[in-house]
């Protein structure tokens, strides 16, 4: 069983930064992709960012070139350094593990991810103008 702990939520002013951090535990696949997801009230769940296993990434459009995830996996840890941030990324973050075994459409594509396999509790990211 798959355990994630997120950790680094925060209020920052418009242009700060914060590094969200997310330790996983339990038998996470070779082949699976970890990701982050955010959920702002009343708003539907957005994906942020995804890593596969070989190290491929993929964003949403709106925090390209400002946000980046990348892994340590001898630290069994997941990362997202958020720069620029806006008013707009005000959100609760979570930290998530996918498959390929799912039946729907992958979340980040073209990474084949398309199952949520563990869901880590959250940090809240509060972000003012």
């Known amino acids: 069983q798959v355990q994630l702990v997120e950790s680094g939520g925060g209020s920052v002013q418009s242009g700060g930064s914060l590094r969200l951090s997310c330790v996983t535990s339990g038998d996470i696949e070779r082949w699976g992709c970890m990701a982050w997801f955010r959920q702002a009230p009343g708003k539907e769940r957005e994906g942020v960012a995804a890593i596969d296993s070989a190290g491929i990434t993929r964003y949403a459009d709106s925090v390209l070139g400002r946000f980046t995830i990348s892994q340590v996996n001898a630290e069994k840890t997941l990362y997202l350094q958020m720069d620029s941030l806006k008013p707009e990324d005000t959100a609760m973050y979570h930290c998530?593990?996918?498959?390929?075994?799912?039946?729907?459409?992958?979340?980040?594509?073209?990474?084949?991810?398309?199952?949520?396999?563990?869901w880590g509790q959250g940090t809240q990211v509060t972000v003012s103008s």
């Open positions: 998530a593990f996918l498959t390929t075994y799912g039946s729907g459409d992958a979340y980040f594509p073209p990474l084949g991810c398309n199952a949520l396999n563990a």
